[in-house]
């Protein structure tokens, strides 16, 4: 009995490291996002500089940030509601001129799928506010 606890406590603790290895790091994101900081800003106080704010990116509507300039490729996902999904910031940060073809953002995107889940955890944590949730 004690063997099967053992194994099944192990078995679990994995789970748990696939799943918040899956989710990103937070705390690397951070590092990651001062490759963006240039043209992005998030946090209390955010104001669109280069490109958007990014406070409450994560399911916000594609272009929607007030007083920000967009293109119109961006103004089109907009007007089909095109929300900013995990999957859609993951494909949008690993190569935006790719991934919708006519937009401004001049990055040439994240290389590493580690990165890019990271800095997806580090855009997560703030709300539209900018707050920390």
């Keep these: 009995m004690t063997k099967f606890l053992a194994i099944a406590a192990a078995a679990f ?3 748990v490291s696939v799943a918040k290895a899956d989710d990103g790091d937070a705390a690397n994101g951070e590092k990651v996002f001062n490759k963006c900081k240039a043209c992005h800003a998030i946090g209390e106080g955010a104001t669109n500089k280069v490109g958007p704010q990014l ?3 994560v399911g916000r509507k594609m ?7 967009y293109s119109p490729a961006l103004k089109k996902a907009n007007e089909e509601g095109t929300i900013l999904t995990e999957e ?8 935006p ?3 919708l073809p006519g937009n ?5 995107g994240l290389q590493k799928e580690e990165e890019v889940k990271d800095v997806i955890a580090y ?3 703030f709300d539209a506010s900018g707050k920390k949730k």
């Design 13 to 15: 603790l994995t789970a």
């Design 55 to 57: 406070n409450g990116v």
């Design 63 to 69: 272009g929607a940030v007030e007083g920000y300039a």
């Design 88 to 95: 859609h910031i993951s494909k949008w940060v690993s190569n």
């Design 97 to 99: 001129k790719a991934y």
């Design 104 to 108: 401004k953002m001049s990055f040439v």
């Design 123 to 125: 855009l997560k944590q």
